[in-house]
Nanobody
């Protein structure tokens, strides 16, 4: 059974930083493409960043230069480092493997205060 567990969400002031983690079991993340998504209040579900099995990262324009996605193959964990956070980064963040019909974690809440 594939299981993804996100953690690291918190309340932070604007300009602050957080690192989200997505720990996986039942699957080797290093051979899969992964994604970080978020659901913000009143906004549509959004793909924030992707990380391919080849180690390539892509970001939605709104987080480019501020967010960094990385993977620890030993810990089998995906990370999302969020810097210079803005109130519009507020939302519940989910990691995903296998696309929309794949496996999702339960999410972790990030709240950025202005």
């Amino acid at each position: 059974q594939v299981l993804l567990v996100e953690s690291g969400g918190d309340l932070v002031p604007a300009g602050g930083s957080l690192r989200l983690s997505c720990a996986a079991s039942g699957i080797r993340l290093s051979i899969n493409d992964m994604g970080w998504h978020r659901q913000a209040p009143g906004k549509k579900f959004e793909l924030v960043a992707t990380f391919t099995s080849g180690g390539s990262a892509k970001y939605v324009d709104s987080v480019k230069g501020r967010f960094i996605v990385s993977m620890d193959n030993v810990k089998n964990t995906l990370y999302l480092q969020m810097n210079s956070q803005k109130p519009e980064d507020t939302g519940r963040y989910y990691c995903n493997v296998g696309g929309p019909m794949g496996t999702w974690g339960q999410g972790t809440q990030v709240t950025v205060s202005s």
